[in-house]
């Protein structure tokens, strides 16, 4: 089983519709990050969480929402999808003991039509 | 605030050819450098790091070495593979201990 699980792994949501994109994971890590990635955008920081209780904002977090609902779980909520969110989000965990080296999902890819 | 900056591609080479792709940062202090790696269809896993001026990272035959002088971190490799294809990112640990990513290059490699 992956380290860092995401579901789904494909969704096509209509404009204005609210979806959810879940991310578990089993390293124990208490960071996860929502990453969006565009081609020729590279990866960007939409919500970060460094604990349960700890929730930020990222560079790109209009339009996005998150709950930290467990050490395990974090997932991304937009409410009112648009077509420029089409994209291929990433969740990832970090771990502060081994200089923050982060460890990947697959990746969602969401397209909004 | 903290950037990460790298060449764009496509990066297009023969096999056993030499690579270099370039990574410069803008950052306040000495963060930790990284190369990021991703296969089609994959997420992005680890290839390197330095935590430190005048470290050398190395894996699976990549190097790069973090120059604070140049504020640099340029990957490179002696003899690429065609299974090497892939896009490469360069990202900085930044103060708040979040990774910031450059736009990624992709690399080809012909047999």
């Known amino acids: 089983d992956a380290d860092v699980t995401q579901t789904p792994r494909n969704r096509i949501t209509k404009t204005g519709k609210r979806i959810m994109l879940e991310c578990s994971q089993t390293k124990g890590h208490d960071r996860m990050y929502w990453y969006r990635q565009d081609p020729g955008l590279g990866l960007r920081l939409i919500y970060y969480?460094?604990?349960?209780?700890?929730?930020n904002k990222g560079e790109i977090s209009d339009g996005y929402s998150v709950s930290r609902q467990a050490q395990a779980k974090f997932s991304l909520s937009l409410e009112s999808a648009i077509p420029n969110q089409t994209a291929l989000y990433f969740c990832?965990?970090?771990?502060?003991?081994?200089?923050?080296?982060?460890?990947f999902g697959q990746g969602t890819r969401l397209t909004v039509v | 605030g903290d950037s990460v900056t790298q060449m764009e591609g496509p990066v297009t080479l023969s096999e056993e050819a030499f690579l270099t792709i370039n990574c410069t940062y803008t950052a306040t202090g000495y963060p930790s450098l990284f190369w990021y790696v991703q296969y089609p269809g994959e997420g992005l896993q680890l290839l390197l790091k330095?935590?430190?001026?005048?470290d050398k990272g190395s894996n699976k035959g990549f190097e790069a070495t973090y120059r604070k002088e140049t504020t640099s971190f340029h990957l490179e490799k002696g003899s690429v593979q065609v299974s090497d294809s892939a896009v490469y990112f360069c990202?900085?640990?930044?103060?708040?201990?979040?990774?910031?990513f450059g736009s990624g290059t992709r690399l080809l490699v012909r047999p």
């Open positions: 990832a965990t970090s771990d502060p003991d081994r200089e923050s080296e982060a460890f």
């Open positions: 990202a900085l640990e930044d103060s708040s201990y979040k990774l910031i």
């Open positions: 969480s460094f604990d349960v209780k700890d929730i």
């Open positions: 330095a935590t430190k001026a005048d």
